[in-house]
């Protein structure tokens, strides 16, 4: 087997589970959201496709009749709530090619043929690269917290940025502002110390916030909007410790309990 093609059965199943069948997996015990891209679409008469501005657009699942907000097509819109991993494959002649980690940003309905050939309600999911976010918010100034009720205002905005927001229209906050939202609330709950060793942040970014970094307990990567109840503001040195220690995966569980007492539901 190649580089980077997987098996579906023999690695992609054997490994997470799942459903054997349609174009999104959803392992019921690992924190995953996995897509499958590739010709199946083309003999409905449509097809996933990557617009000029960067969006990948994937359409939902349901072979007759509108596709509808549920299972697979739930999962992908609510992946970053549910603090899960968005992983697009594609079809190949090989096997399935992993292409990139992903975030929902949005999705809109249009009119696309089901397997009986009517025209019906498709939901066409607006995807973007993981890394792409993670770059243009890094860019971002922070928004400052100095007082509690800001620090409030800044929990709102992180808590509804991580959900769904179904039907809105292209003025709501983009993927980039949401990712912002999030990272801007943990980084001020903080209050300047990391929230794994407790040590002060080691420096300041301009604008004078303290130099934490979030990090997604649940997810594979960091970056993108995320239940703040599963992201941490950790110090550089917690930070890499969890992700390159000996003992980094123990001491994401200590974080994630650390978490309960951080953000009570
Ligand atoms: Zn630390
Ligand atoms: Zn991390």
């Known amino acids: 087997m190649s580089a980077g ?9 054997a490994r997470f589970g799942g459903q054997q069948r349609g174009g999104i997996i959803t392992p019921a015990r690992h924190a995953l959201v996995i897509i499958i891209t590739g010709e199946e679409g083309l003999e409905h008469g449509y097809a996933d496709r990557l617009r000029a501005d960067g969006t990948f657009e994937y359409f939902g699942e349901g072979q007759v009749g509108p596709m509808t907000m549920h299972k697979g097509n739930a999962a992908i819109a609510n992946h ?3 603090g899960k991993s968005l992983l697009l494959f594609k079809t190949t002649k090989q096997g399935l090619r992993f292409e990139d980690e992903m975030v929902y940003e949005s ?3 249009e009119q696309a043929p089901d397997r009986e050939g009517n025209l019906r309600d498709a939901i066409v999911f607006e995807l973007r690269p993981i890394d792409g976010v993670t770059e243009v918010v890094e860019e971002l100034a922070p928004r400052p917290s100095s007082s509690d009720t800001e620090l409030e205002e800044l929990r709102k905005r992180a ?3 991580a959900k769904e927001s179904p039907g809105k229209t292209k003025s709501a906050s983009t993927i980039f502002e949401r990712s912002r939202d999030v990272r801007d609330y943990v980084v001020a709950r903080a209050k300047g110390h990391c929230e ?7 420096f300041h970014r301009p604008y004078g916030v303290p130099y934490l970094e979030p990090h997604h307990i649940r997810r594979l990567t960091d970056g993108g909007p995320d239940d703040p109840r ?5 110090c550089p040195n917690c930070h890499r410790r969890v992700h390159s220690g000996a003992d980094g995966t123990t001491y994401n569980l200590d974080l994630a309990k650390r978490m309960l007492a951080i953000e009570i539901a």
């Open 196 to 202: 794994g060793c407790e040590a002060p942040a080691p």
């Open 230 to 234: 599963h992201v941490i503001g950790l």
């Open 80 to 82: 970053s709530a549910n």
């Open 5 to 13: 093609i997987y098996d579906r059965r023999g690695e992609v199943h």
């Open 159 to 161: 808590f509804a940025a």
């Open 107 to 109: 999705h809109h309905i």
